[in-house]
């Protein structure tokens, strides 16, 4: 069974401060990866997907990267704003058994403080 | 493009009573998948539907039924309410229920059963 955990469950940071988001999986047969931001009571908006193929992936200020065999993930935020203040979660997709569901950590809970 | 859409927002019920929430999946897209999210936690894959077949489901009882329509939108029913069944209700689509492709997420329906 695919245990993802996530690690720290909450963080709050001075504006400006780079950060890294840290999430294991113990199943390290996996299609993909996918990082998401959650604000408040609202869905999930997907920030960055990388396939088993690939070691990183950037969208702006936000770099992720990914260790398969070691079953490790982190997302890197560089110059931290307050509007990044949010829960985000990392979810995989498993390659055996369990269809095409994705598999969600309980997320990190960031604040960044002016 | 539009995006993932849910209806409703918030809805009230009782225990016992039963309930249907709707989701319309991104355009194009011909996969929808459901999460129930509770507070505090990561979203659990509740089952997922490809061209109106259900394509993997998860830990969840009969109770939870969904369908999907020739239009891809899809519903999902929950049958005799307990209260351990209010949370966030999400929905997710992508394309071609293929394993690669991303999920886009819609904003979800908060359910609370009194």
């Known amino acids: 069974k695919q245990e993802v955990t996530q690690i720290p469950a909450a963080l709050s940071v001075p504006e400006g401060e780079n950060l890294v988001l840290n999430c294991s999986f113990t199943?390290?047969?996996?299609?993909?990866l996918q990082w998401f931001r959650q604000d408040p009571g609202k869905g999930l908006t997907s920030l960055l997907l990388?396939?088993?193929?690939?070691r990183e992936q950037t969208s702006g200020r936000l770099n992720a990267s990914l260790d398969k065999s070691s079953g490790r993930s982190t997302l890197y935020i560089a110059a931290s704003q307050p509007g990044d203040s949010a829960t985000y979660l990392c979810a995989v997709r498993r390659r055996t058994g369990g269809g095409n569901k994705l598999t969600f950590g309980t997320g990190t809970q960031l604040k960044v403080e002016l | 493009e539009t995006g993932v859409t849910q209806s409703p927002t918030h809805l009230i019920k009782t225990r016992g009573q039963q309930v249907t929430l709707r989701c319309s999946s991104q355009?194009?897209?011909?996969?929808v998948s459901w999460y129930q999210q509770a507070l505090g936690q990561g979203p659990q894959f509740i089952f997922q539907y490809y061209r109106e077949e259900e394509n993997g489901r998860g830990n969840f009882p009969p109770r939870f039924s969904g369908l999907q329509f020739p239009n891809y939108s899809s519903e999902l029913n929950v049958n005799a309410l307990e209260l351990d069944d209010s949370a966030l209700y999400l929905c997710?689509?992508?394309?071609?229920?293929?394993?690669?492709?991303?999920?886009?997420f819609g904003p979800g329906t908060r359910l609370t059963v009194l």
């Open positions: 997710a689509s992508s394309s071609d229920g293929s394993s690669y492709n991303e999920q886009f």
């Open positions: 990388i396939q088993s193929s690939q």
């Open positions: 355009s194009g897209h011909n996969t």
């Open positions: 199943d390290s047969a996996i299609y993909n």
